[in-house]
DNA sequence: AGTCTGTATTGACGTCCGTCGAATCAGAGA
DNA sequence: TCTCTGATTCGACGGACGTCAATACAGACT
């Protein structure tokens, strides 16, 4: 439930110092983008962008599949799907207990994500 | 050449300052997850991420089309196409000058996305 | 004007994505 | 063991995406 296989295998994203500095500093090598553009793909839709916010602001740091379902005019295999969407990318983990399933974001690759797309203060010169 | 229409007329992502909180810490309401997913969908694809990160980090913060394509093993026009897409998102922009075309970041927004994913530091409770 | 180079647009192709209904699986409880 | 509920998987459909070759456009230089 709580596996995931593809790209991530390559690079740790559990890690929690970011391996990349940001995007604006040195060129994203192919490698780097290639492990890194999933998670952003990931996030390029609007429910899933509200899923994770949901699960990631959710008091105890979790949420229940029970509780994200009823906020979206989606069907739960609709849901379902983009659930599976985050946690293949990384970007959420999923833990059964009893009859609901309860998902909950992984902050690594969210200060990774974060941390790349981070600007230089505009220099006052 | 610079102009892009679409969903970023909604809101101003050109502000200075960040309009939303993280998304860890309220949730992201429906209508901004509607603007911010086609930025992150942007981000999305290998290519584009190197793309904009040759351009964010280039000297001069602007790079030329000329530059920027022979990185990749691709055709011109899937590059433009690439460029297209970035610029649509309102990523980056675009200006001609003479023969070359010149593309540079646009802060603000990547500010903007960073923001969103920040996470706080782990409490050492 | 004519031509050359750099960039963008068009049209087409195969693939991937978001959505749904139907079927299936996993536990809980009678 | 039956059934009920919550969640996922499967199969299908329409639309969007990434790529290319061919074409068109924009400046620069003859």
Redesign the interface.
């Known amino acids: 439930m709580s596996k995931q296989a593809g790209p991530l295998a390559l690079v740790d994203l559990s890690a ?1 110092t970011p391996c990349c500095p940001p ?6 090598p ?1 490698e780097t ?2 492990v ?3 998670a ?11 899923l ?3 699960i ?2 959710a008091e105890g740091g979790e949420a229940c599949v029970c509780d994200l379902t009823p906020a979206f005019d989606l069907t739960g295999p609709t849901i379902s799907h983009h659930l599976k969407t985050l946690r293949e990318a990384g970007l959420v983990d999923a833990e059964r207990r009893g009859t609901w399933v309860y998902y909950r ?1 992984r ?1 690594a690759i ?2 990774q ?3 790349l ?3 230089q203060p ?1 220099p006052a010169a």
């Open positions: 929690e995007l604006t500093q040195r060129r994203v192919a983008a290639a890194l553009a999933p952003f793909k990931a996030l390029g839709d609007p429910v899933r962008l509200r994770l916010s949901m990631a602001s974001a902050p969210l200060r994500l974060a941390a797309l981070t600007v505009t």
